[in-house]
């Protein structure tokens, strides 16, 4: 199986089990201490990895996934570049890639109860433009119907069904914690990492046809050729 996925494949699959492991052991350990009380309802995510010793765990965890997105993010694009895509939108889809993995790392670095303004923002990142990252290739897709489709045929139309359901839990999350009914819209939170973890994790089949990774150093035109002799040295070697 490796030898006909590749390792890169790997890579993706490995983030949605780290990512899902990460945040449910946070919510373990948060139960375990009592730092939340599930007969007041389900709390959130960020309220889990609040309160010490977790907050430390969740920051950890947090930052080696988002490394993880960032690295997968990378690859995704030159994948693209590699396939013909447009460089605008091609970078439009990195960069809300990139922001999703610096969401994810402010969230585990600024916990809610210390620095909330700064919290919500990594937040708004980690989901909300995390999101948009897997709609913006949806809408590639759509648009270049030349462009390469590994895996089955089926693979596309459940991203489709993901992405949708993602954005109506999201939108139902906004509207319950807007009316304070703070429980129902905790579990929309879960159920959307989860899906955004299952979405990352279906970039292995993108990746399936990669063997590897060459990095490449191109020199500068005037670092190309050697530098030219003094006219004085010319004349005594000549």
């Given at each position: 199986m490796l030898g006909m996925w590749g390792y890169l494949s790997l890579l993706p699959?490995?983030?949605?089990?780290?990512?899902?492991?990460?945040?449910?052991?946070?919510?373990?350990?948060?139960?375990a201490n009592r730092t939340v009380n599930l007969t007041e309802g389900i709390p959130y995510i960020s309220l889990c990895g609040s309160y010490p010793p977790q907050s430390c765990i969740f920051s950890q965890l947090l930052n080696m996934g988002a490394a993880l997105a960032a690295w997968i993010c990378i690859l995704r694009y030159h994948q693209f570049r590699d396939w013909g895509v447009a460089k605008?939108?091609?970078?439009?889809?990195?960069?809300?890639?990139?922001?999703?993995?610096?969401?994810?790392?402010?969230?585990g670095n600024f916990q809610q109860k210390n620095q909330q303004a700064t919290h919500l923002t990594g937040a708004f990142f980690a989901l909300f433009v995390g999101h948009?990252?897997?709609?913006?290739?949806?809408?590639?897709?759509?648009?270049?119907?030349?462009?390469?489709?590994?895996?089955a045929p089926w693979i596309g139309p459940l991203r489709l069904?993901?992405?949708?359901?993602c954005t109506f839990l999201m939108v139902t999350m906004v509207i319950l914690?807007?009316?304070?009914?703070r429980s129902a819209s905790a579990v929309c939170e879960w159920a959307v990492a989860m899906l955004l973890f299952?979405?990352?994790?279906?970039?292995?089949?993108?990746?399936s046809?990669?063997?590897?990774?060459?990095l490449c150093l191109q020199p500068r035109p005037s670092l190309s050729q050697p530098?030219?002799?003094?006219?004085?040295?010319?004349?005594?070697?000549?």
């Open positions: 699959v490995f983030l949605a089990l780290w990512a899902v492991a990460s945040i449910w052991t946070v919510f373990a350990i948060a139960v605008w939108l091609n970078q439009l889809i990195l960069w809300s890639g990139l922001l999703c993995a610096l969401g994810t790392s402010v969230v948009l990252y897997f709609w913006l290739q949806l809408l590639l897709s759509w648009r270049m119907k030349s462009l390469p489709q590994p895996g069904v993901l992405c949708s359901l914690h807007t009316n304070l009914l299952v979405l990352f994790g279906l970039l292995a089949v993108d990746f046809g990669v063997s590897g990774c060459t530098p030219a002799l003094p006219a004085s040295l010319q004349t005594q070697m000549f």
